[in-house]
């Protein structure tokens, strides 16, 4: 994979950052620009987390603080992190609820897309739903469950994790809507996830193993739960036995252009990850 570009930013004994005024302005242009648009298009228990998060457009928020309110609710926390960690590191801290996060912001000529997660994707897009019990039941649970797994399984596996927490749509009364980290943190991919462009399908364990994506482009399909607990459901499934089948079956045909180079098509970027 091509080296990263960022570096986090050092954290004291106490957990705070010290943010300089152009990240805490681009923390701002974010989280305006995204809570514009959101309405209408997240699903309700994350506009529940926002509102409980009450972030600050004009001060990027400090892990401490999204840990006390965090920790009321369903007792997960943000861990900082560099950069990029390791696979088995990431899973280890999510079966402890604690979500990691680099505590790094993208450069403003970077504000629409940046290939690695920085803080504004990891708090604002996946900390509104770990205030929501069976969200943060299922990210421990799958931390726990990728523990288990051969650890040459551990990609396959994770795209459990991009279909669902990055990438997921859910079903309402109100109609279709995102829930995952990976839309909801971005202007382009929130506003497409909801057209007639992309492929929304039903969400099938089986179905989400066997499907490649790419990293770098809008998705073109999504997977669509009825409800949070479809998410729970997975885990009554035999998954070493599913990965095997899904295995033996094959992936399905990208739905997605090849990249000129080999990159990352399906280099399936673990989140804060090294591959």
């Known amino acids: 994979m091509k080296g990263h570009t960022y570096v986090s930013n050092p954290v004291d004994e106490k957990g705070y950052v010290n943010w300089s005024q152009t990240e805490t302005e681009t923390w701002g242009t974010l989280v305006k620009r995204q809570s514009e648009i959101i309405p209408g298009r997240a699903c309700d228990e994350f506009i529940e987390g926002i509102e409980i998060l009450d972030f600050n457009p004009n001060k990027v928020p400090q892990i401490p603080e999204i840990n006390s309110i965090l920790a009321d609710y ?6 900082p992190v560099p950069a990029i960690i390791q696979p088995k590191e990431f899973f280890s801290l999510l079966s402890r609820k604690r979500f ?3 505590t790094f912001i993208r450069l403003p000529e970077e504000m629409d897309y940046l290939q690695e997660p920085d803080i504004f994707h990891e708090v604002y897009g996946h900390t509104p739903l770990l205030t929501n019990k069976s969200y943060g039941n299922f990210m421990e649970e799958f931390g726990r469950l990728a523990l288990e797994v051969d650890p040459k399984d551990r ?3 994770f795209r459990l994790f991009w279909f669902t927490i990055e990438f997921g ?3 309402t009364d109100k109609g279709v809507r995102a829930y995952g ?13 909801l057209t007639e462009e992309p492929e929304v399908v039903p969400f099938d364990a089986l179905e989400v193993l066997r499907t490649p ?8 399909m999504y997977f669509l739960i009825q409800d949070f607990s479809d998410l729970f459901k997975i885990f009554e499934k035999d998954i070493p036995k599913l990965l095997e089948e899904s295995k033996r079956l094959g992936d399905r045909p990208p739905k997605y252009p090849p990249k000129e180079t080999q ?13």
């Open 74 to 79: 369903t007792g997960w926390g943000v861990e």
């Open 169 to 171: 749509l859910i079903q």
């Open 181 to 193: 980290g990976g839309i909801l943190s971005s202007i382009g991919e929130t506003q497409y996830c």
């Open 100 to 102: 990691p996060a680099a």
């Open 263 to 275: 990159e990352s098509l399906d280099d399936e970027s673990m989140g804060s990850m090294k591959c």
């Open 213 to 220: 994506y790419r990293i770098d482009i809008m998705q073109p």
């Open 155 to 157: 990609r396959r596996l």
